[in-house]
């Protein structure tokens, strides 16, 4: 069973920056595909970004060039770096495991099993 914990999140004004963390449990191996998603009151889960066993990474079209995730293996930790934040950033940004999926490049929730409780991001105007 892996466990995630999510940090980081809180209130900036736009064009701010966050960096959310999310720390797995020890059993989480480096060879997991790892995404950060998020979900805005009213609207429907959308994949934020992923890296994988091999550190490829994918993002949404809507956070390129903003935002970058990593990942801390010795740490067993994911990263969501988040630069000129906008008004539409806001949501719940939830950090996510595919046990049997290192090898995909996906921000697809289908090819994740483990979630985090999520952390908050609020962007002011």
């Known amino acids: 069973q892996v466990q995630l914990v999510e940090s980081g999140g809180g209130s900036v004004q736009a064009g701010g920056s966050l960096r959310l963390s999310c720390a797995a449990s020890r059993y989480t191996s480096s060879r997991y595909l790892m995404g950060w998603f998020r979900q805005a009151p009213g609207k429907e889960r959308e994949g934020v970004a992923s890296?994988?066993?091999?550190?490829?990474?994918t993002y949404a079209d809507f956070v390129k060039g903003r935002f970058t995730i990593s990942r801390d293996n010795a740490k067993n930790t994911l990263y969501l770096q988040m630069n000129s934040l906008k008004p539409e950033d806001t949501a719940m940004y939830y950090c996510?495991?595919?046990?049997?999926?290192?090898?995909?490049?996906?921000?697809?929730?289908?090819?994740?099993?483990?979630w985090g409780q999520g952390t908050q991001v609020t962007v002011s105007s």
């Open positions: 890296i994988n066993s091999v550190g490829s990474t």
């Open positions: 996510a495991a595919g046990q049997e999926t290192g090898w995909l490049e996906s921000i697809e929730a289908e090819w994740y099993n483990y």
